[in-house]
């Protein structure tokens, strides 16, 4: 079986457009992007060598508002895997309710082997390339897997210096000092707890109690991690791409993240002890967050997940043979689209404080944020009872409903 980003997004559509009863043309329409644009990305090296880097921008669907999504800096990165990133995002940005469509970028580039001033002229010359495809009422980016609020300064700054004024609302996630939004850099860790807090007071389980482990390390997992152990969680186990670190009576995050800042890895952690990072998924633990890779959990893992919980903070991080073995076992899987929707709802935030040029305070975002992602939670839950359905099913179907809705309402042009 196809277990890649790709393969798992279409069956996800597939099993929604068959619960919703739609046709084969419209299941076509919902499957297919709209716009993709693949660039060559020459990179002149530190050493005066020049290398050829590769950028993808697929907008998925644009019919309920601009594209919306994330850039997406590996060496591992193809246009298939922006495509499923970007369809993720379209029923994601219609499950939360935001006027977006979904979209995707990114660029075959290796952050850690790449020096600071040439990941800008990378970034630089693929938002040169990809101009035309831009904007705020176009197509808006945000970090993702190796690019930062740093990144998209820069994105912001090429576009803004190409069109002759400040256009701030071109990208999300910039730094504060140039239109970023208060609680943006922590948003999508904080929609991540405040789903898995919905999900185990649904079955009468206080967070306090619980035990838990994250795959991944960064700009999800790392806050995450933090705002769990704030909490009185028990976060136990935590991997990144060199190792994994366990302490069965809870590791010290605050010291873990300033370990990782000094070193750049969980690895040599004095506060747990090593392990290989693939037990991180199956550490005995009640709630298990994949914040880091996709297709992280097949079905040889599912098998072995000790959790009872898996709040996905990454995008697909569970294939289809994964979802059906922990569905069998009685694990609940709380989905993608849904538990790491916060980052894109203060995104949206940030596009809108840009676009009136008039900021909110912390507190406001949270609250706001909080809300969203309580009425998103709802409706799956809603949804999920009331038609027997599993939440990731019921998130879908929620979400490619609202945009086939849009697409019925706007009717085919010409
Ligand atoms: P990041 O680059 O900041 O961090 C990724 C982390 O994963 C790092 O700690 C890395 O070492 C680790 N990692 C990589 N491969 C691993 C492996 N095989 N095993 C264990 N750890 C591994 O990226 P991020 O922004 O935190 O994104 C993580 C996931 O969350 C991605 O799937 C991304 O698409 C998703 N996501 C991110 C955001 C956001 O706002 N940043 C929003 C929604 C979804």
Request: hydrophobic share 45%; aromatic share 6%; charged share 20%.
């Given at each position: 079986?196809?277990?890649?980003a ?12 068959e ?7 419209v299941?076509e ?7 993709e ?6 990179l002149?090296?530190?050493?005066g ?5 590769h950028g ?13 999504g994330?850039?997406r ?11 499923a ?26 952050p ?14 693929f938002?040169?390339?990809?101009m ?14 190796g690019?930062d609020e740093?990144?998209?300064?820069w994105i912001?700054?090429?576009?803004s210096v190409?069109?002759g004024y400040?256009?701030?609302a071109v ?13 943006r ?9 405040d789903?898995?807090d919905a999900?185990l ?8 109690e ?5 795959q991944g390390?960064?700009k ?5 991690a933090?705002?769990l152990?704030s ?11 060199f190792?994994?670190?366990?302490n069965?009576?809870g590791l ?7 370990h ?6 969980v690895?040599g952690f004095?506060?747990g002890?090593p392990v290989?990072h ?11 967050i994949?914040a ?11 098998s ?6 898996v ?7 569970t294939t ?5 073995v ?24 940030e596009w809108v ?5 008039y900021?909110?305070t912390?507190?406001e975002?949270?609250?706001r944020?909080g ?7 709802d409706?799956v ?6 038609e ?6 019921a998130?879908?179907?929620?979400g490619?409903g609202?945009v086939?809705?849009a697409?019925?309402?706007r009717?085919?042009?010409?």
């Amino acid at each position: 079986m196809d277990t890649s980003a790709l393969a798992t997004a279409q069956a996800q559509l597939a099993a929604a457009v068959e619960i919703l009863g739609y046709d084969a043309g419209v299941h076509e329409m919902l499957a297919t992007p709209r716009r993709e644009m693949r660039v060559a990305v020459p990179l002149r090296r530190d050493d005066g060598s020049f290398e050829l880097l590769h950028g993808y921008r697929v907008q998925h669907n644009i019919s309920r508002g601009p594209g919306k999504g994330g850039l997406r800096y590996s060496a591992a990165v193809d246009m298939d895997e922006v495509r499923a990133l970007a369809m993720w995002m379209t029923w994601k940005c219609a499950l939360v309710d935001v006027p977006y469509g979904g979209a995707k970028g990114g660029v075959t580039i290796d952050p850690l082997t790449h020096s600071l001033g040439e990941l800008e002229r990378t970034t630089r010359r693929f938002t040169s390339e990809i101009m035309p495809m831009i904007g705020p009422e176009r197509d808006i980016m945000a970090p993702d897997v190796g690019t930062d609020e740093r990144t998209m300064g820069w994105i912001m700054d090429t576009f803004s210096v190409n069109a002759g004024y400040t256009i701030p609302a071109v990208t999300t996630g910039k730094p504060l000092a140039i239109g970023g939004s208060l609680g943006r850099a922590t948003a999508t860790s904080r929609g991540v707890v405040d789903v898995a807090d919905a999900a185990l007071t649904d079955a009468g389980v206080a967070l306090s109690e619980v035990k838990v482990a994250i795959q991944g390390f960064g700009k999800v997992g790392s806050h995450a991690a933090a705002m769990l152990h704030s909490m009185g969680a028990s976060v136990t186990a935590i991997s990144d791409q060199f190792g994994a670190v366990v302490n069965p009576d809870g590791l010290d995050i605050p010291a873990l993240m300033a370990h990782t800042a000094a070193t750049g890895k969980v690895v040599g952690f004095d506060g747990g002890d090593p392990v290989d990072h693939a037990a991180v998924l199956t550490a005995d633990v009640d709630v298990l967050i994949p914040a880091a890779v996709a297709g992280a959990i097949g079905a040889e893992v599912a098998s072995q997940v000790k959790a009872r919980w898996v709040v996905e903070g990454a995008n697909g991080p569970t294939t289809v043979e994964g979802d059906r073995v922990l569905a069998d076992r009685g694990v609940q899987v709380v989905p993608d689209v849904l538990a790491n929707a916060g980052g894109v709802v203060v995104s949206y935030f940030e596009w809108v404080q840009a676009n009136q040029a008039y900021w909110w305070t912390e507190a406001e975002i949270t609250e706001r944020l909080g809300q969203r992602m309580r009425t998103a939670y709802d409706a799956v839950a809603a949804r999920s009872r009331s038609e027997g359905l599993s939440m990731r099913d019921a998130a879908t179907v929620i979400g490619v409903g609202r945009v086939a809705q849009a697409h019925r309402i706007r009717g085919l042009y010409p």
